[in-house]
Each structure stands twice: as structure tokens, then as C-alpha cells.
């Protein structure tokens, strides 16, 4: 019986140097699946929009959808520590919005923590999220509900200004109080100083190995997904090519007359095939 970490059992896993992993789920059945599996924590991602949805990016999520998943995924995973992923919209108005926002992960729900993209320009809506008691995760790096201020999906801190930018959004949300940090598209020469500097764990997707953990994208890593695979991804999995073999294969029976058999029926209960065919020759 796996027991729920919390996030100081994380900072522990940190202090022990011992990788904390991660993944992102969207249901039930994979939420139980990563559980089983004994990840230490799961993101909602709003990458939900893609691998879900099948939007273009993520901008169209929304906090209903958001929420409809975590759920799904928190009766999938009882026992492990689920962060909701905050959609574009539902913080970058007010503070007020965004507390109201954040609450509902936890309150409808059930979620552990949220996560946010941005470093010093939300800083605000951090703190306020953070004294409403709820803990949070920062997000720094290639942000994608910002892509577009960023000129697309591209790393970023691979040159010294952009690298000291990073330093810098990391240091204001450790000062903040967040309790994680996650670095994406970012160079390992960055996100080792960066976890080196801060007390809280820093995890990477995208940001080599000298992170405190690792997360991918399940949808990635099973191989279901298939609009795009980033230079970061390893895939263990080969979900569409099962997939697509075994629906074809079914079809093929179908069609051929070999599905169903009579393993697969359910048959008249004893003595009622007569007296159903009586009725029916009475009726005829
Ligand atoms: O939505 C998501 O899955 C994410 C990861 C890409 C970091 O935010």
C-alpha cells in the first residue's frame, strides 16, 4: 500500500539526492496505471488540451475541463501526491481570480498543489496563492501558454542573458515561498546551478539530469501522442502502434465473420429457448 507523499517528503528526497519522478496523467485508468507503477507525484498538465482535446496548444483550456480531469485523476491515484495544472486565463487577471482559481484544485478536486507558469511578472498572484495556504509550483523556461512573447516553443537560457533571466525568476519564486520548482527547455549547465542555489526541489522536463527529478509527458512516454515528439522525450511505449494493430483487428473479424464466438454469448436460461420458439410459432 503505496503511502501519500507529502511536499516535505520531497524536499527529504532532495536533501537525500534521491530523483524524485513524475509524469502527467489526464485519467482514471493512467492515473492508476503511474500509481502502480509508484511515481512519486502526478501533474493534470493543461497539455491536456493537446493529448486529450487534440487542440493545437493549450490556450484553449479551460478551468471546467481542468478540473473534470483532475478528478479523474485523483480517484485514480488516492495515494499519491497530484498537482493541478493552472489554465491560461485563470490567473493572469487578479490575484482574487487566481486565489479563487487555485482553490478550486483543491476544493473540487482534491489536488496536493497547483502549478503556474511565469517567474517574476506573477509574482503576485504566487504570493497571494501562497497565503491562501496552498502549496505551489513554479514553472520557469520554455513556458508554452507564453510561446508566442517567446516566439514559439523554443529553450530558452542558452545564452547569458537569457540564463541570468532564469537565475533571476527562480531566486524571486524561491524567495515567494514555492515549495517546487520546474525548469522546461532549459540547459543542464542552468538547471544544475539553479538546483545547486535553491533549497526546494528543482525538477527538469527538458533540463537534462542534474535536477532534483524528471517529467515527461505520459501521452510521450507511452506513445500515444504523435503530432510531435520534443528532442527530450524517450519513448518506452508504443500505445498507437498497439492501438491502431488491435482495432484493426478487430474490424477484420467483424468483417469476417469471426467475432463474436459463442464464448461470448449469453445464452437463454434452460428450457426458455423452447418455450420462446413455441411463442413464436404461435404468433407466426
Ligand atoms: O501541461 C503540462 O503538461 C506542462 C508540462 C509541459 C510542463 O505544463
Redesign the pocket.
Known amino acids: 500500500m503505496p503511502t501519500k507523499k507529502s511536499v516535505l517528503d520531497l524536499q527529504q528526497m532532495k536533501r537525500r539526492g534521491e530523483p524524485i519522478t513524475w509524469l502527467?496523467a489526464y485519467d482514471f485508468p493512467t492515473a492508476a496505471f503511474e500509481q502502480a507503477a509508484g511515481i512519486d507525484m502526478i501533474?493534470v498538465?493543461?497539455?491536456l488540451g493537446m493529448c486529450v482535446y487534440g487542440y493545437p496548444g493549450?490556450l484553449p483550456v479551460t478551468m471546467e475541463q481542468c478540473i473534470v480531469h483532475c478528478e479523474a485523476v485523483r480517484r485514480g491515484a488516492p495515494d499519491t501526491f497530484v498537482m493541478g495544472?493552472m489554465p491560461f486565463g485563470s490567473y493572469q487577471v487578479s490575484d482574487e481570480e487566481a486565489v479563487r482559481n487555485a482553490g478550486r484544485f483543491l476544493k473540487e478536486a482534491g489536488m496536493d498543489a497547483v502549478k503556474l507558469e511565469g517567474g517574476v511578472r506573477v509574482l503576485s498572484r504566487i504570493k497571494a496563492i501562497l497565503n491562501a495556504g496552498i502549496v505551489v509550483c513554479g514553472?520557469i523556461g520554455l513556458t508554452?501558454q507564453s510561446s508566442g512573447q517567446l516566439g514559439g516553443h523554443k529553450a530558452q537560457g542558452r545564452t547569458l542573458e537569457s540564463a541570468k533571466l532564469l537565475v533571476e525568476d527562480a531566486r524571486a519564486l524561491h524567495a515567494a515561498g514555492v515549495q517546487l520548482l520546474?525548469l522546461?527547455a532549459v540547459p543542464p549547465e542552468v538547471a544544475g546551478h539553479i538546483r545547486a542555489e535553491l533549497a526546494i526541489p528543482v525538477l527538469g522536463?527538458g533540463a537534462g539530469a542534474d535536477a532534483d527529478g524528471q517529467?515527461l509527458?505520459v501521452s510521450d512516454v507511452l506513445g500515444s501522442f504523435q503530432a510531435f515528439t520534443p528532442k527530450f522525450v524517450r519513448k518506452y511505449a508504443d500505445l498507437a502502434g498497439v492501438s491502431v494493430a488491435a482495432l484493426s483487428a478487430y474490424v477484420a473479424e467483424v468483417r469476417g465473420g469471426r467475432f463474436p464466438q459463442e464464448e461470448h454469448c449469453y445464452r437463454m436460461l434452460a428450457g426458455e429457448e423452447e418455450r420462446f420458439a413455441a411463442w413464436t410459432k404461435e404468433r407466426a
Request: hydrophobic share 35%.
Open positions: 502527467t501533474l498538465g493543461d497539455s493549450t495544472d514553472h508554452p520546474l522546461e522536463i517529467l509527458i
